[in-house]
């Protein structure tokens, strides 16, 4: 049952990123921001109110610094899916593990630890997928864009080490969570008020923004069904599920044609994402420590 629920927000959220390219013409980012985070807000918050969660938090520090990563890879999100092929961008956006790995190995350096050849083998793999997509003049979509995609996964990086760290700190989950909605909520806000030219009944009315707040609703009411009732392992491998996923609706929805070429990257960035994320789960097994999961 837990594959099913993660395979749904997989798929739903996968399915709000081929929703923006539907956005009307002209749409910003920032009102697309919008009505992710009120939609957002709204289901966290009941979560929060229902389980009786207090939002009074020991590492306030580390929870801004939590908010401003992630609401940086959710606006990036926007603007690269934009521009470029739902496939090509989900799969940029799970370079996290490179970068996770890629982090955790300059670190072992210092230490002077030897890094692990497996992992030292995917991360050059990954970013060889990576230089595959990035050819000038041959990508789906151009290289700021692509630059874009990988800046979100090194924000979600960042934002997964510092999640980590809240975890260890024993800061529950659903507080995280939650402070992460109001600090996407205030920052939509602020960003409509300064610069959009839209009101905001016609964002909450028109059909595909509405569509967009639904599905990023239904994305994370399953994400944290999934990761708080099963094995972390399963979580993280099932994630990959949204490439093919990627595919099939870039290509049902927007008619995205990836190059030949573009495909061979795509593939080897996903491989060497699985296997980076299989080769860090192992190594951290062999450690006394336990790693909490968020679903945002």
């Known amino acids: 049952m837990q594959s099913f629920w993660l395979l749904l927000s997989t798929f739903l959220t996968t399915l709000t990123y081929a929703l923006v390219k539907l956005a009307p013409e002209g749409t910003a980012f920032y009102d697309i921001f919008l009505v992710r985070s009120a939609f957002m807000a709204l289901v966290i918050l009941v979560i929060a109110a229902v389980s009786k969660t207090s939002l009074k938090t020991r590492h306030p520090g ?80 151009s290289l700021p864009f692509i630059a874009l995609g990988l800046f979100s996964g090194l924000c979600s990086a960042a934002t997964g080490l510092t999640l980590r760290k809240l975890g260890s700190l024993g800061e529950p989950i659903i507080r995280t969570v939650t402070w992460f909605a109001i600090g996407c909520l205030a920052a939509g806000i602020v960003m409509f008020s300064l610069f959009s030219a839209e009101s905001a009944l016609s964002l909450f009315t028109e059909p595909v923004m509405l569509a967009i707040g639904l599905t990023t609703v239904g994305s994370q009411l399953a994400q944290t069904q999934g990761w708080g009732h099963g094995k972390p392992l399963l979580s993280a491998s099932l994630q990959f599920s949204a490439v093919p996923f990627a595919a099939l609706l870039g290509w049902a929805i927007t008619s995205d044609t990836p190059q030949a070429l573009t495909w061979a990257g795509i593939a080897l960035i996903t491989a060497a994402e699985l296997a980076s994320g299989l080769i860090q789960y192992r190594l951290m097994s062999r450690k006394p420590t336990v790693i909490h999961h968020t679903p945002l």
Do not use: E, W, Y
């Open 62 to 141: 580390l929870q801004c610094f939590r908010i401003l990563c992630g609401v940086t890879a959710l606006c990036v999100n926007i603007i690269a899916v934009q521009h470029m092929s739902v496939v090509l961008f989900q799969t940029l956006v799970f370079t996290a593990p490179l970068f996770v790995a890629a982090f955790g190995m300059a670190r072992g350096v210092l230490l002077k630890r030897f890094p692990d050849p497996g992992l030292l083998l995917t991360i050059a793999a990954g970013f060889i997928g990576v230089l595959l997509v990035m050819r000038p003049g041959g990508a789906d979509g």
